[in-house]
């Protein structure tokens, strides 16, 4: 089913250079591999005149000092700290002064941001979601939009990931409970 362009908002989630450079501090392969794609996904969209919305993942060098439990840091280890060439968006994405860019805290790009106020005030219903990692960011982020009740659609081979069963299960999982996928080859605009 063709997506109508004036409903649609890609999302394109942490192509950063922490998750996507060889030299990030979380930099995995499957990520590098995602840019061509969703540089693919972003153009073909914005072509139909579709919304394109870009993720940041920053992380304040103090957010997790007094924290109960969510510590992103002692997890992962310090990574897209504010104001560092981590947090950056890759140069070689497509970002244009009328795209929206979300930066957020956490797995979940609509905790605590603009970005459902912005969906709801330029009328979109339908996301088409890629980025990385499949099965964290990508993952929290689809899910809260199906809870939100805007349509989240994965698109499968726009996916970074670490591990190849990372993404399998984030594309199982999307597609079973929340949303659906498609592949890139298959989205088409009216």
Request: hydrophobic fraction near 40%.
């Amino acid at each position: 089913m063709p997506f109508d362009s004036t409903q649609t908002a890609v999302v394109v989630v942490d192509m950063q250079n922490g998750f996507c450079h060889p030299e990030g501090s979380l930099f995995a392969p499957g990520s590098e591999a995602a840019i061509d794609p969703v540089s693919d996904l972003v153009s073909t969209a914005r072509d139909a005149g579709a919304h394109i919305v870009y993720t940041r993942d920053v992380h304040p060098s103090e957010q997790f000092d007094d924290t109960h439990y969510y510590d992103e840091f002692q997890r992962w280890g310090e990574h897209v700290v504010e104001g560092t060439w981590d947090a950056e968006l890759l140069d070689d994405l497509d970002v244009r002064e009328e795209d929206l860019v979300v930066e957020k805290h956490t797995y979940d790009a609509f905790y605590q941001t603009q970005l459902e106020g912005w969906l709801n005030a330029h009328g979109v219903d339908d996301l088409l979601i890629c980025g990385t990692l499949a099965n964290v960011c990508v993952l929290h982020t689809a899910g809260s939009a199906g809870l939100r009740d805007y349509r989240p659609v994965l698109v499968t081979d726009a996916l970074g990931y670490i591990e190849e069963a990372h993404k399998e299960y984030a594309v199982d999982h999307a597609d079973w409970l929340f949303g659906e996928t498609t592949a890139l080859a298959d989205v088409e605009f009216e």
